[in-house]
């Protein structure tokens, strides 16, 4: 672990070492705002500004001819950037398409990959998401009238979940594991290996959302084995409010019928016969559904772009430099000063993906407060807040005056005065 000496000067001194300086002001930054909830929507760059405008333009001059035309060919748009996602996440280029969203991904992999024959049960954790849990209770109702078809790891007492607690779980008439790779609430980060070995040695797919971890953590899911992921673009990639997220489909698995399907599924060469029935694509492309939104995908396109220009192995380096610095400046300035509040995050790197949870019974209003005094962090009921500095474009210094805020906040009680505000918690 880095030793810090916790001074303005010292989060300066950082930043001028900083490789990735230069990506901070291609990004729109509120000015004397601390932005610290990437991982709930990330901000808006001013490549992904430009690619919209660029792709109104498209449309203004190429109007339906878009989709086919050389220069823009909006119909393979998906795939496109399907090969670049591949990169981040360590897959072929053929096992990636940007569609859909995470949950309608997920309950579009669900219909064709659940049930399996003797293998009635759907395994998962309470710590997920809930959309992802949602979904799979649909799919066991949809097959079967046994509600206990879904099974739920509980994390423990420190809030995560631990690999011995899955394995354990893993029994023969499981299809399907579903885990988060980084978990939304505590950061901690799950080994994909090791989780999809012991899942496959029970003949039980593995499904991963990469929601938390996609374009912060590198993934190598094509040779880690994992069969099925969904995640979305609207995190650390940078993509806009709601737009268009991603799935995987491993190699081994296409040639499988997609159980929801819908044209854009089609084999490309053959979409346009529009034949009864489907021919579905060779590939993670037949998972698609619905004609997908080009103007949305255009500022996706950018955020790859930026994600891919700065390197994944490099922003990892920055973003566990930035969380070990968070991390400490809550424990010394906060913890051990304040006797207050707790780290809900693992400290290992390996352990961690690229936000920080802090505990502290009075969250809410501290996530008020801290609004009220230029800090964004996001709130989780009852007791979490997070703050994810992500590496493309936090500052060193803006990680020293969250952590200064909150000691301010707390040292002189002045978030009370926020306890019973009505104002919506983020
Ligand atoms: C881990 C995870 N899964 C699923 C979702 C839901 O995503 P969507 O609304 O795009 O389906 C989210 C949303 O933040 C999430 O964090």
Redesign the pocket.
């Known amino acids: 672990m880095t030793t810090f000496s916790y001074t303005a000067e010292e989060a300066h001194q950082l930043d001028a070492a900083d490789p990735l300086a230069n990506f901070v002001d291609r990004f729109y930054r509120r000015e004397n705002i601390q932005y610290m909830d990437g991982n709930?929507l990330g901000l808006l760059s001013k490549d992904a500004e430009a690619a919209t405008i660029e792709a109104l333009e498209q449309w203004k001059h190429y109007a339906v001819d878009g989709w086919g035309h050389p220069d823009t060919d909006w119909l393979h748009m998906p795939e496109r950037l399907g090969a670049m996602t591949a990169e981040l996440i360590g897959a072929k280029p053929e096992e990636c398409v940007v569609t859909g969203?995470?949950?309608?991904n997920?309950h579009a992999l669900l219909a064709t990959f659940y049930p399996r024959e003797g293998r009635p049960r759907l395994l998962a954790d309470t710590a997920?998401?809930p959309?992802?849990l949602y979904a799979l209770a649909n799919h066991v109702t949809l097959h079967s009238a046994n509600p206990d078809g879904l099974s739920l790891i509980s994390p423990r007492s420190d809030g995560w979940i631990y690999e011995e607690d899955v394995m354990e779980r893993l029994s023969e008439d499981v299809s399907l594991l579903l885990l988060?790779s980084v978990w939304?609430q505590s950061g901690q980060l799950a080994s994909i290996p090791r989780l999809t070995e012991a899942a496959h040695a029970k003949g039980i797919l593995v499904c991963f959302?990469l929601?938390?971890s996609i374009g912060v953590v590198p993934h190598h899911l094509h040779e880690d084995g994992v069969d099925l992921a969904?995640w979305?673009n609207?995190?650390y990639l940078n993509g806009g409010p709601?737009t268009i997220?991603g799935l995987f489909v491993h190699e081994r698995h296409h040639g499988t019928a997609p159980l929801l399907s819908g044209w854009f599924g089609s084999d490309k060469a053959r979409q346009f016969e529009m034949s009864i029935p489907m021919v579905p694509a060779h590939s993670a492309s037949a998972w698609q559904i619905s004609t997908p939104s080009i103007i949305a995908a255009a500022a996706v396109q950018a955020g790859l772009s930026l994600t891919l220009e700065a390197g994944l192995s490099q922003l990892r380096a920055k973003s566990l430099q930035l969380t070990d610095y968070l991390m400490t400046l809550l424990d010394e300035k906060i913890i051990r000063t304040t006797g207050e509040g707790q780290l809900g995050t693992p400290r290992q790197p390996s352990r961690r993906g690229g936000h920080v949870a802090f505990y502290h019974p009075e969250a809410a209003a501290l996530s008020r407060a801290l609004r009220a005094n230029q800090v964004i962090p996001d709130y989780r009921p009852p007791n979490t807040l997070r703050f994810a500095p992500v590496p493309m474009y936090t500052r060193f210094i803006d990680v020293w005056k969250t952590v200064d805020t909150l000691y301010r906040l707390l040292s002189t009680r002045a978030y009370e005065s926020f306890r019973d505000s009505n104002d919506l918690v983020s």
Do not use: I
Request: net charge negative; hydrophobic share 25%; glycine share 10%.
């Open positions: 709930s969203q995470t949950t309608v997920l997920n998401f959309s992802d988060p939304y959302d929601a938390h969904v979305c609207y995190k709601g997220g």
